[in-house]
């Protein structure tokens, strides 16, 4: 087959994915709160994908040549595939702007309204002018285009105004303005004084339209005509060669250079005035490459994550609170409980409390002697590092592997460093050309005169915000020899220049490829001699064609494959000849699925691996990653039972069959969802344990 036909292309794939996610938001069965947060969700991917992706085709039409990696995963030219971009960018935000008004009619219908400037009574329009006056102004400073030899460098994730001020009484005399809008700092939406159950609502936005004569009462207009814009800029860091600057310097460095990352997206207020358009445009300097998107009077729906309940939680998901771990709830001594057998901790479902707790006690006991982490994400006001910070001023020793260039959090993570080195952490930054993304904790303990080890493994970052959204799985161990291969990943971070051998644990890029693809093998071979032969893969991102490649061939072989990818999906699941025994299926819903999962029937004596990595060439060859196989019966039944309801989902699952994709994956069977179904099960587990 031709290589162009072989696999999905990843943008367009990537698109597939966000338009899951704005199927949501057009869900009426979707609480209708809900649904207005995930067009917010929605219009967010949209922005990381033009910062991040289109912003790499750009580069690669701008450069003229690709890498060896991406030529094999950019089979099509990259004009061509920025237009394919466009076309369904359009199409989505088309969708999208039919989806808003949808949803704010049926709003309207349960008494909450979100109006205008022109709509404000005179009660509510004092409130707005007092508010803006006291909350937004003193953050808004408008820059008067005339008086400007330098264009303003419009920053990435922000709205402004660009404003015609002019007289009624002299139609000659006008002048252009930009400003910005401060959301980020008060706050997309203002909750309106009203009277009974109607509840009513103005955007940051229009109440500022309205108060536009204060915010230029120097000036002697009294007409304003106010256009949103917002720009997106290309995410890349450019990380310069200067020997004398530090890792950390250059990362700093590159930081702030972002913020005058190349234009990759320009949205603007398709009623703007043509010429005001034009004279932004040419003096932000977008190329012909560059998407020109009109859009509304509003952007930046990404604010739209935040929209205020106003009182209504019934239009929103009941609660789901996280629920104990009933092998740990009722536990005082956690170490001894993990000595004894393994604990798989299933985030949100489950309190990432426990993981902050095993640290905690880690930081106070007098047994513990060292701790490792590695750090890719971390919450703002971090329980993780707090509890580092605790061990390390209670003479533990501490280290910590911190990744610099983790996308959007580089900022945060070079103050934690700082700041987990002022207090005596030793931090070290991973291996020079790899991010390090594997998620591993090891902490030692002195017991009956010996030092014991004992290791947390995860599918997802130790974030406790993101783990009240994100679907992940830990397992906590002290089985000797996944806790020995644990401390050698991190003596690859000390000691990055020797050979090293991994038998239990699967780390890339040392051995996760072909470890992976020896377990295909051996499930080809199984097929031909007539023996079981099964794969169950659950991923965020299927983009690696080599590792496609393998799949379909073990597909023709008779493999039976199951996948669940949430993300991007290059496969072509289900053809002819290629894939027939390849399922392929997508879920969306309340959280995010996050957690990677690898199962293969190995003659009905079935392997299993938690792993950080997605199967995507950047994972598999330019990162630390791990995975970790799951030895204990126990888990090895719960993993399989969790797996079996999402396969299982007819609610909230979708067909990523060749040709059917996003297909909702509806039967004659009774209802599941699986997440709620989950939720459910943990719940009356717990139930049972008290």
Not at 131 to 138: D, K, S, V
Not at 365 to 386: D, F, G, L
Not at 397 to 411: G, M, N, S
Not at 592 to 601: D, K, M, N, P, S
């Amino acid at each position: 087959m031709d290589k162009n036909k072989r696999y999905l292309n990843r943008e367009l794939s990537w698109l597939s994915f966000n338009e899951r996610v704005l199927q949501e938001a057009a869900d009426p069965s979707v609480p209708l709160i809900e649904r207005i947060r995930f067009l917010g969700i929605f219009s967010n991917n949209q922005d990381e994908f033009f910062r991040v992706r289109v912003a790499s085709l750009k580069r690669m039409v701008d450069l003229q040549h690709v890498t060896r990696d991406d030529y094999y995963n950019y089979i099509e030219n990259p004009r061509k595939i920025l237009l394919q971009v466009r076309k369904k960018v359009v199409e989505l935000e088309n969708r999208f702007r039919r989806t808003y008004l949808e949803i704010f009619e049926m709003l309207e219908k349960e008494n909450i309204q979100i109006i205008d400037e022109e709509e404000l009574t005179p009660e509510q329009a004092l409130y707005v002018e007092n508010y803006i006056r006291e909350y937004a102004l003193p953050y808004m400073c408008p820059v008067m285009l005339r008086n400007v030899q330098q264009f303003l460098v419009l920053k990435d994730k922000s709205i402004y105004f660009a404003i015609k001020l002019s007289r009624k009484d002299n139609r000659r005399k006008r002048e252009y303005a930009l400003v910005e809008i401060p959301a980020n700092i008060v706050g997309r939406f203002i909750v309106l004084p009203s009277s009974g159950s109607q509840k009513q609502i103005i955007l940051l936005d229009d109440a500022i339209r309205h108060c536009l004569r204060d915010v230029f009462n120097i000036f002697d207009y009294d007409e304003f005509k106010a256009h949103a814009i917002k720009l997106t800029r290309d995410a890349e860091l450019d990380i310069d060669s200067d020997l004398s600057q530090s890792f950390l310097e250059k990362i700093s460095k590159s930081v702030s250079n972002r913020a005058k990352g190349q234009p990759v997206r320009f949205i603007y207020d398709e009623t703007m005035p043509k010429d005001l358009l034009k004279y932004i445009v040419k003096r932000i300097g977008i190329d012909e490459y560059d998407t020109l998107i009109p859009g509304g009077r509003y952007h930046n729906f990404k604010d739209f994550m935040k929209f205020p309940a106003v009182g209504r939680h019934d239009l929103e998901y009941p609660p789901t609170p996280p629920l104990e771990n009933y092998e740990i709830k009722d536990n005082k001594n956690i170490f001894r409980l993990i000595d004894r057998k393994d604990i798989l901790l299933h985030f949100p479902y489950q309190r990432f409390g426990h993981l902050i707790d095993i640290l905690r006690e880690a930081a106070l006991s007098p047994q513990v002697t060292e701790i490792k982490i590695t750090i890719y994400r971390v919450a703002k006001n971090s329980k993780v590092i707090n509890a580092l910070i605790n061990a390390a001023r209670n003479g533990k020793k501490v280290t910590a592997v911190i990744e610099l260039q983790a996308r959007f959090d580089e900022e945060a993570n070079i103050y934690w460093s700082k700041r987990l080195e002022e207090e005596g952490v030793n931090v070290l930054f991973g291996m020079k050309g790899l991010k390090v993304h594997a998620k591993l904790i090891l902490i030692r303990r002195k017991e009956k005169n010996t030092l014991k080890n004992y290791a947390c493994i995860s599918t997802g970052n130790f974030h406790e915000d993101n783990a009240r959204v994100y679907t992940d799985l830990c397992i906590l161990t002290s089985n000797r020899d996944i806790t020995g291969e644990v401390d050698r990943v991190f003596e690859m971070f000390e000691i990055p220049y020797r050979n090293y051998h991994f038998e239990h644990l699967l780390v890339s890029p040392i051995f996760m490829r072909n470890r992976i693809e020896k377990l295909i093998d051996n499930e080809i071979n199984n097929a031909r001699k007539n023996k079981p032969a099964y794969i169950i893969l659950k991923i965020n991102n299927l983009v690696d064609n080599r590792m496609i490649d393998k799949l379909y061939e073990a597909s023709c072989a008779g493999v039976h494959i199951q996948l669940i990818v949430r993300g991007v999906c290059c496969l072509r699941a289900g053809v002819p000849g290629l894939s027939e025994n390849i399922e392929a299926r997508s879920i969306v819903d309340k959280f995010l699925e996050h957690a990677r999962v690898f199962i293969f029937c190995n003659n009905n004596h079935e392997l299993y691996y938690l792993s950080s990595a997605d199967w995507m060439t950047r994972n598999l060859d330019h990162r630390i990653e791990v995975a970790c196989p799951i030895y204990d019966p126990e888990l090895k039944k719960l993993i399989k039972e969790n797996i079996l309801i999402q396969l299982s989902d007819n609610v909230k699952a979708r067909s990523l069959k060749d040709g059917h994709v996003n297909e909702y994956l509806f039967d004659n069977n009774p209802p599941v969802r699986s997440q709620m179904m989950l939720y459910e099960k943990y719940l009356q587990h717990s139930a049972k344990e008290e």
